[in-house]
Nanobody, 113 residues
Framework: QVQLVESGGGLVQAGGSLRLSCAAS????????VAWHRQTPGQQREWVST???????NYADSVKGRFTISRDNAKNTVYLQMNSLKPEDTAVYYC???????WGQGTQVTVSS
C-alpha cells in the first residue's frame, strides 16, 4: 500500500523558516509528479508547488520566491523549504501524488505574527 508521510511542521514566527518532508513507500518519487497543497479551516485546498518526475517545478504565485521544492531520489523524499513565512501561510500542508490520487495525512504549519 502506498504511503506518503509528511513531517516538519510546527510553530514559527513570521519571517522564519521551516522545511517540510514527504517520505514515500511503495512508490518512486523519481517517476511521478509530487505536489504540495495546503488547507485552512473552511477553505478549499490550495495548490502550493509541484515537482515532476523529470524535475520540472512550478509554484503558486503566493509562495514564489519564498518556497523551494526539491527531491532526494536516494531517500525517496520530497521537501518543501519555506522561508520568509507569513501568518497567511498558516495551514495544514499535504503532499500528494495527484495523478494517482495518493495523499498524505498532513502536517500543521502555524506562523505567528
Amino acid at each position: 500500500q502506498v504511503q506518503l508521510v509528511e513531517s516538519g511542521g510546527g510553530l514559527v514566527q513570521a519571517g522564519g523558516s521551516l522545511r517540510l518532508s514527504c517520505a514515500a513507500s511503495r512508490i518512486s518519487f523519481s517517476i511521478v509528479a509530487v505536489a504540495w497543497h495546503r488547507q485552512t479551516p473552511g477553505q478549499q485546498r490550495e495548490w502550493v508547488s509541484t515537482i515532476t518526475g523529470s524535475g520540472k517545478i512550478n509554484y503558486a504565485d503566493s509562495v514564489k520566491g519564498r518556497f523551494t521544492i526539491s527531491r532526494d531520489n536516494a531517500k525517496n523524499t520530497v521537501y518543501l523549504q519555506m522561508n520568509s513565512l507569513k501568518p497567511e501561510d498558516t495551514a495544514v500542508y499535504y503532499c500528494a501524488v495527484p495523478d494517482w490520487g495518493f495523499w498524505g495525512q498532513g502536517t500543521q504549519v502555524t506562523v505567528s505574527s
